[in-house]
């Protein structure tokens, strides 16, 4: 009978340990907007523990969460997103903003810089391709692309030349591809390639504030998000800004 309750009771604790070794094996999961990518990827490594970070537009990330898809923590590249998931119930009190960015226009390496661009002067230069940025009604970039093209009198004349991607990281590829003449990203996107140049950086008053907000979905994903927040100086290595 000894024998027995010892036998079980070591059955239970190695069921105990093995499920708790499965939990800790799980690794975090970060949805994390594209323009991201890069520093965030080492921010991770340096964690203690093992992260999965899904890569994509932050209109597309937010929408995947509202349908149910497993996140510990989001990492958006604007406020409306994160607002829209805060009002939908999937995520309780706002989001912290920790980075910031700069609007750039990109064209291929090596291409003549634009000082104040105008609707006459892009399409020139275009010369029949297109401009891409991000889709402009949820890609981030995009959306602060349109801003800038309407304060400078130029988003109707531009619109149908414009090749619209599903993030910003993929408008960053068609201009370092030579596959496109100009493109709309961020700072940091045109610091992480030596095929692009950045021909003009776009007035911080002509567009809304770029901010990255960041919430926590899980225990877990608000432990990284206290690690991520003292880890800003490896964004601004990368060509983030703090934010003001």
Do not use: C
């Not at 010369?127 to 009604?137: K, S, W």
């Not at 949820?138 to 090749?163: D, M």
């Not at 911080?204 to 960041?214: E, M």
Request: net charge neutral; glycine share 10%.
């Amino acid at each position: 009978m000894k024998t027995s309750r010892w036998i079980k009771g070591l059955a239970l604790m190695l069921g105990i340990a093995l499920l708790a070794g499965a939990t800790r094996a799980e690794p975090l999961r970060i949805f994390a907007a594209a323009s991201l990518q890069g520093p965030l990827d080492a921010v991770a490594a340096g964690w203690s523990d093992r992260a999965r970070i899904s890569y994509g537009g932050s209109g597309t990330l937010a929408r995947q969460i509202s349908l149910g898809a497993p996140a510990d923590i989001v990492i958006l590249a604007n406020t409306a997103w994160m607002d829209w998931l805060v009002d939908q119930g999937h995520i309780t009190g706002p989001g912290t903003d920790f980075l910031s960015n700069d609007l750039v226009l990109i064209g291929p390496a090596g291409a003549r810089a634009l000082l104040a661009p105008s609707a006459d002067a892009l399409i020139s230069r275009l010369d029949g391709g297109r401009m891409a940025i991000g889709q402009h009604m949820s890609v981030p970039a995009g959306i602060y692309a349109k801003a800038w093209l309407e304060n400078i009198g130029a988003w109707n004349s531009l619109r149908p030349h414009l090749a619209e991607t599903d993030n910003v990281r993929a408008a960053l590829v068609l201009v370092a591809r030579g596959e496109m003449p100009l493109g709309v990203v961020y700072s940091s996107d045109a610091a992480s390639s030596d095929a692009v140049s950045v021909l003009w950086t776009v007035p911080r008053d002509q567009h809304p504030p770029i901010r990255y907000p960041a919430a926590a979905l899980t225990p877990a994903g608000a432990a990284f998000l206290a690690h991520l927040t003292s880890q800003t100086a490896a964004f601004e290595a990368a060509g983030f800004r703090p934010m003001p």
